[in-house]
């Protein structure tokens, strides 16, 4: 028996439906172009700045204190990429940047003191090339286990090779007290390759620490890229004893290469973890099709330091789980990288930020909607930009039916509460009617249709779902032109 109490379900896997009684389909939604919110301009950024992770801070009041409620916080790495031109400007290392925000729409890099750069430490850095790391990632969060240190409360993993050519690097910790000024920690793991964004968190739902970091395994007779870069995972009670390295289970999905993972809890449903990894895609050999597609010139740049720098392209798909090791991963690309415009189509495109953020919709009088950010203008000759996407709250998956009709049946589980929210969307002819299903009989409700975040189904009995608090049922709903996004007991 399923136990949801009065959690928001969102409809992204099948984990509470019955196949045998539904027909309706998973459909993906994709974010929305909404424009740039900042660009990395400083000398000490680039066209490689990458990684962005970012987060709300409840306690953080901002570097001048001028965010009494809180501030986002943001961590990147600034640099610049060489691509075979001898116009774009030369490499001066990888710094590690940061910039806050109250709302997320508008970000300051503010001068920090912490690292130098030609001289002057009149910058957003907190690390500069100079130091002893080989920084190919810098990743930061914020813990909340309960008894953690204060001078802990901020922790970074980073690849890490202590300075020295040649050497394997490890993924290693960071510990702060601020969230700027970091000390080295222990080496989590050095089984693995780390050049991706390693994500670690404390999952407040399971009451652990989750890990996942980039690897990479060998393929027999694969002849594109003679391996496959993965994910994997760790756990760990305590930060300090950490189960053995283990790949993603995707269920007997296809086995190719993924770059990042940007596994992340939730929105408004913890107990869910949403992945976002970057898939990379490397072609065999030049075609008749890249001399077509924008950047030609640019791509034959870059692979006069390496092939698959003008042969490899990425797009972003999209994965949920319940564990944190087994997901559901959906083929279909979530971020494209969009209409041609000569800085696209690269590898590199369809990086998003670790971090969500909830935003005024474009659509006056609207709810708002949920933000997410990825970089642009990567590997060009000029300066990286990141640009914000918008998408609806809950509005990765949906259940739909067509026109003619679809039905979606839960597998039998309680609830707590007296009302039942649903995140919905119709057109003006469809409309879903929800039946809950019981051994006294079952209770249909009137016809649901219009497109809301929160609307409350409506029962001929206004207290039928009251009653039914706490009693095992099935929810049946019969989609006509319509899109189930989550439902919700309260």
């Known amino acids: 028996m399923i136990e949801i109490g009065s959690r928001k379900e969102c409809l992204f896997d099948a984990a509470l439906l019955d196949p045998s009684q539904t027909g309706a389909s998973f459909r993906l939604h994709s974010p929305e172009y909404r424009g740039p919110v900042m660009v990395h301009d400083a000398p000490w950024e680039g066209n490689g700045c990458d990684y962005h992770n970012f987060f709300f801070d409840p306690d953080w009041k901002g570097v001048h204190g001028d965010c009494p409620s809180g501030t986002f916080r943001m961590y990147y790495l600034g640099w610049w990429m060489p691509n075979g031109d001898p116009s774009c400007t030369p490499g001066t290392g990888i710094h590690v940047c940061y910039a806050e925000s109250a709302d997320g729409l508008s970000w300051e890099k503010p001068s920090l003191g912490l690292a130098v750069f030609k001289g002057s430490r009149e910058n957003n850095m907190l690390f500069g090339p100079e130091e002893p790391n080989s920084f ?41 007290a601020d969230g700027l000024s970091f000390r080295l920690g222990p080496v989590l793991t050095e089984d693995g390759f780390f050049d991706s964004l390693n994500v670690c968190f404390y999952d407040e739902e399971a009451g652990l620490y989750r890990l996942y970091f980039r690897g990479f395994h060998l393929i027999p007779g694969d002849d594109l890229n003679a391996g496959v870069r993965d994910i994997r995972t760790m756990e760990s009670p305590d930060f300090v004893h950490w189960t053995e390295p283990a790949l993603l289970d995707f269920r007997g999905g296809p086995d190719y290469a993924l770059y ?109 909607e949920l933000s997410i950010l990825l970089f642009g203008h990567h590997w060009s000759n000029g300066p990286a930009v990141l640009e914000r996407y918008g998408i609806r709250q809950d509005g990765f998956v949906s259940v739909h039916g067509p026109m003619e009709g679809a039905r979606m049946t839960t597998l039998p589980f309680t609830y707590t509460g007296d009302e039942l929210i649903v995140n919905f969307s119709t057109s003006a002819r469809g409309g879903i009617t929800f039946r809950l299903i019981t051994e006294e009989g079952d209770f249909v409700s009137e016809e649901t249709f219009g497109d809301a975040l929160e609307r409350r189904v409506r029962f001929p009995d206004d207290g039928t779902v009251a009653r039914l608090s706490g009693k095992p049922l099935r929810l049946e709903a019969e989609l006509r032109d319509a899109d189930l996004y989550s439902i919700r007991f309260q």
């Open 136 to 176: 190919d990632n810098f990743m930061v969060f914020r813990d909340t286990r309960p008894g953690c240190p204060e001078d802990e409360r901020y922790k970074a993993v980073a690849s890490w090779n202590g300075g020295e050519a040649g050497r394997k690097n490890v993924l290693r910790a960071y510990y702060s």
């Open 260 to 368: 990042t993972n940007c596994v992340q809890p939730c929105p408004g449903a913890p107990h869910l973890l949403l992945g976002f990894p970057t898939r990379y895609v490397e072609r065999p050999s030049w075609t008749k099709t890249f001399d077509e597609l924008t950047g030609a010139e640019a791509r034959k740049k870059r692979m006069t330091l390496h092939p698959r720098y003008g042969l490899t392209v990425t797009d972003c798909v999209f994965m949920v789980s319940r564990d944190g090791r087994s997901f559901t991963r959906y083929e279909d690309a979530f971020i494209r990288p969009g209409p041609e415009n000569g800085l696209n189509w690269i590898y590199g495109d369809a990086y998003p930020a670790r971090g969500f953020f909830t935003s005024p919709s474009p659509v006056p009088g609207a709810p708002d």
